[in-house]
């Protein structure tokens, strides 16, 4: 397989930041996101003053876990190494594209790449906490690598008792937490191409930042159809149908009144039969 050219990989790359960007969780949920992503929470304390016993409360709000999982799923290309947009793959295309001056006076890639691996790689090394019980320790980089293979996209079987130890919560707020970190440095990843491609710095095909990313959920398609008797042969060439077989739906009295049990449907517009 001949391998991608760096302009196409950076333009899918767009495309795809483009989509994880327009998921419900970034529109409306943009200052959590953040929030997530920088390790912000809330604590409370609550202090007898006659006793001097004391109770502290960690308190975070996290989304919901099923709109999460899905914008776990945009970002995964992101970090996956066969993908096209694997982050170091794409930033090594980026580099290719630009020219001296351009990487030395407005884009920091090698900034920039640190930044990924330290959202990405090592998940041995804690992002934002670590947790310590008696059967041993886990960082939250790890926790989330459970809560992705075990409880979100994959069903794969915890074997580390400190794992087994940990609930299903522990390890959806620790992967919040990291995921949400991947998320920020896409966007930064993106913002910076998409400056650089409004400067003129880097030249890419416009379609990559205006073909639409989300599929639409209302279809009004013009259609020519035909209806038959059900069992009747489904036709290969629209160009000669049995029109002895299939009729005009317009002109199929008894399935527009309908009357009739069933019937086999066939539709066609420019691109072809459905």
Known sequence: MPALDPRDRVQ???LRARKMMAHSLVRENFELLNDLASGTFTATVEVNTKTGESKTTLNMELPPEEAFESFAARLRPFIIGKESVYWAAVLDALEKLLSKETLAEV???????????RVVEGANVAQAYLVVTEKGQLTDAQLADLWLNSDALHTQPIKSDIGNDLSLNQRYQAAVGVFARIGAVA?????LINHL??????ELDESAFTSPVLADTTIAMPMQMYSAEVGAPFPTDLSDLDLEVWKPIQEDLELLS?????????????DGAH
């Not at 491609?197 to 880097?202: A, C, I, K, M, S």
């Open 197 to 202: 491609y409004r400067e003129g710095l880097l």
């Open 12 to 14: 899918r790359f767009v």
């Open 258 to 270: 309908s009357e009739s049990d069933a019937a086999s449907v066939v539709a066609a517009n420019d």
């Open 107 to 117: 884009a920091d890639i090698d900034g920039l790449r640190e930044h990924w691996k």
């Open 187 to 191: 966007n930064h990843t993106h913002f």
